[in-house]
């Protein structure tokens, strides 16, 4: 539900990109760990399931009622920033920052992801629009 | 176990026997002046005040920088750093990296060389100083450099300064909104040209070809576009020591006060060491260069060392940024690299106003999709939704304007505030001349005008008020053939003590509006072979 919701393969993403990310990192991986057990933990508390059981909205009302919408994220905040920080903005980096992500908002190499290189002379992204004429590849 | 200085990397932190020559400062100014000079066989020395920032973390640093939360990829800021401002705020810390290769590891690498104008503004206009070197003099090392930093870039450009050689890389291709721009810029009789970047566009030097990660500043993670590192590594190659984590407290000159002793650094565990040498070269970067020798003040040299004309920390300079920007009904296609492709020179060479100016067209303008979905207050759908809105067709410039120098612009330090040794820290005193104003209000109508042919709707403009600094710190201890008037000589020595050389922007007597790093690497491997011949 971070991710909008007509992307397919999204759980395969978590599994294989954003979660392979941060592998030799064993300390925010630790970071990782700790928010996501706390996180449950308030899911059961308030919704008597693990989180990852609930439906799609009542997770999205379980963020937006802590506050991890508006948190700061912070690696040694309050729970709620880091929710925010290990949670949510580790899976929007991994996928705004890939091209999974940067495509559906029109750049096929956003920004963290290799490859600008080859696209930046480009008039718009292959694959979707086709290449346009004359002022393309260049 | 080797006495580290408390930095915890069992690294021997102790001083050197006496070495042929002390580099104080591991930027492009220094790396180059120790390359040069191991390379020739002689002992050398680097004291850097910031860490080594190992090659195999920059994928995280990267991170850092693109996620909010995660603090400064170079770790600048905090008592090490400290600073005090008047007039102008100056962001000193935004301006400048501490630690091996200095403040190229942030750098962005657009490398052009000065214009002859630039070395005469006095004679020419009565403006500025004149420079005791021109641009013939220059040019040879101008070569040197582009090959050591590895530039490429394209021979496109009328509005360059005379060159025979092309340079040794091939120029990146103009960008897909470049190709927007230029349609505009005919039909008003403007030039577009490339831009020499820093930066690989094949493989050079060891070094990878650029990615397009689109991050260079602050941090590239492939390596493509150049740091000092390379050279830094290649005096260590050389037989060069470096010694990070080790800021100079003070250089101490012997009892006649004709030359240096000792340059007297710090390590983490408060410990003070004492590296000797038969020839020290400053190279801390512009404010640090006036720093390190106020702070060297002796009871022969009450005002700082070097400082017999007063004007060690005086006239201290920037380019100015001014830009506007705004959308087109269009695809722009922005943020895929983090450099600039193409620049307008056109101007800089006129007389109204005098002030060098220099235009840019920008590749990133507008926010990027990750950066923006990282600070949204929402997520999923209405994210999409918002960034969907946002990016695809922002375009912009940006440009430099010369700031001409001004003795009341300067450098001295705060008796009220110490750093992390106890030394007082840098006070800045900076402002805008009514001169430097107009002359950004002239870059403002050239853009305004060249968005407006394009059709762009302009939603912002830096203009006099909004604009800030490009981070190019200049002129704070001057070259001149007057030992009255200036502190060091056209080889960067200093006119006051015979073994001390002085390489950076800090020598600039005037800035032009280029960004500074290839005249510094010029005039660092200049003054290398001033040091080399004295010994
Ligand atoms: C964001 C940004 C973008 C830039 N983009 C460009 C660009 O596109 N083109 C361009 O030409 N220039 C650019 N610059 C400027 C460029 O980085 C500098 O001109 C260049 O790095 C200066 O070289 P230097 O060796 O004189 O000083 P620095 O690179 O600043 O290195 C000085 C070194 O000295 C060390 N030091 C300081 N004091 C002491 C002490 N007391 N003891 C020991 N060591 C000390 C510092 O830790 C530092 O490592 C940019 C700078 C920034 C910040
Ligand atoms: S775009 Fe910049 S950050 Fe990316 S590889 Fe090229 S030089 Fe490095």
Known sequence: MLYPSDVDGRREFVETYALGRTEDRPAYRDGVREAAAQLDAVARDWNGDSYADLDAETRDRILRRLGVETAEPDPEGPITDRIRFYLVDDLLFAFYASPVGGRLVGIENPIGYPGGIESYQRGSMPDRDGPRGGDGDG | ?535
């Open chain 2, 1 to 535: 176990m080797a006495d580290d200085g408390g930095v915890g990397d069992g690294r021997d932190r102790t001083p050197s026997a006496r070495a042929d020559v002390c580099v104080v400062g591991s930027g492009p100014a220094g790396a180059l002046v120790a390359d040069r000079l191991a390379s020739a066989g002689k002992e050398v020395v680097v004291l850097e005040a910031g860490p080594r920032f190992e090659f195999d973390r920059r994928r995280e640093q990267q991170e850092r920088h693109i996620r909010p939360g995660m603090g400064d990829p170079w770790e600048m800021g905090g008592p090490r750093d400290d600073y005090t401002t008047a007039g102008k705020h100056y962001p000193l810390n935004a301006a400048r990296v501490k630690g091996v290769g200095g403040s190229t590891l942030h750098w962005q690498g657009m490398v052009m060389r000065l214009h002859e104008r630039d070395f005469e503004m006095e004679t020419r206009y009565g403006l500025g100083a004149d420079w005791p070197i021109d641009y013939e003099d220059l040019r040879p090392h101008y070569a040197e450099a582009e090959r050591e930093l590895g530039v490429a870039g394209a021979m496109d450009n009328p509005y360059a300064p005379p060159r025979e050689e092309p340079f040794p890389l091939s120029a990146f291709p103009p960008s897909y909104s470049d190709s927007l721009f230029a349609e505009a810029c005919e039909r008003l009789g403007i030039d577009m040209h490339s831009v020499p970047n820093a930066r690989n566009s094949e493989p050079y030097d060891g070094r990878a070809a650029c990615q397009g990660y689109g991050t260079c500043r602050p941090v590239c993670p492939s390596g493509a576009k150049y740091t000092a590192e390379s050279h830094v590594e290649k005096a260590v190659n050389a037989g060069a020591r470096v010694i990070d984590h080790a800021p100079v407290q003070r250089l101490e000159h012997d009892e006649s006060g004709d030359a240096v002793e000792a340059a007297v650094y710090a390590t983490p565990d408060g410990t003070e060491r004492r590296q000797s040498a038969r020839r020290f070269v400053v190279a801390c970067g512009g404010v640090e260069n006036a720093r390190l020798l106020l702070l060297s003040e002796s009871e022969r040299y009450p005002d700082g060392l070097a400082n017999s004309s007063g004007a060690v920390g005086r006239f201290f300079m920037d380019h100015l940024f001014a830009g506007a920007g705004g959308r087109l009904d269009e695809p722009t296609r922005q943020n895929h690299v983090g450099f600039i492709t193409s620049e307008c020179h056109q101007f800089y060479d006129d007389a109204d106003p005098i002030e060098g100016v220099k235009l840019e067209f920008l590749n990133y303008a507008g926010p990027s999709p990750v950066i923006e979905a990282l600070h949204a207050e929402t997520w999923g759908d209405e994210l999409l939704d918002r960034l969907l809105d946002s990016y695809g067709t922002h375009i912009a410039m940006g440009g430099l304007v010369e700031q001409l120098p001004d003795a009341e612009n300067r450098i001295t330090l705060d008796p009220e505030r110490e750093d992390d040794h106890g030394n007082p820290v840098p006070h800045i005193e900076w402002s805008l001349s009514e001169r430097t104003r107009a002359a950004i209000r002239r870059a403002n109508e050239v853009q305004h005008a060249i968005l407006e042919e394009l059709g762009a709707s302009i939603e912002w403009t830096v203009g006099p008020e909004a604009t800030g600094p490009a981070y190019h710190q200049m002129g704070t201890t001057r070259m001149g053939n007057d030992p009255a008037e200036s502190v060091v000589d056209a080889d960067c020595r200093t006119h006051d003590l015979s073994n001390l050389w002085v390489v950076g922007s800090s020598v600039f007597p005037t800035g032009g509006a280029m960004n500074p790093t290839l005249t510094i690497a010029a005039l660092s491997l200049r003054a290398a072979d001033s040091v080399a011949g004295s010994l």
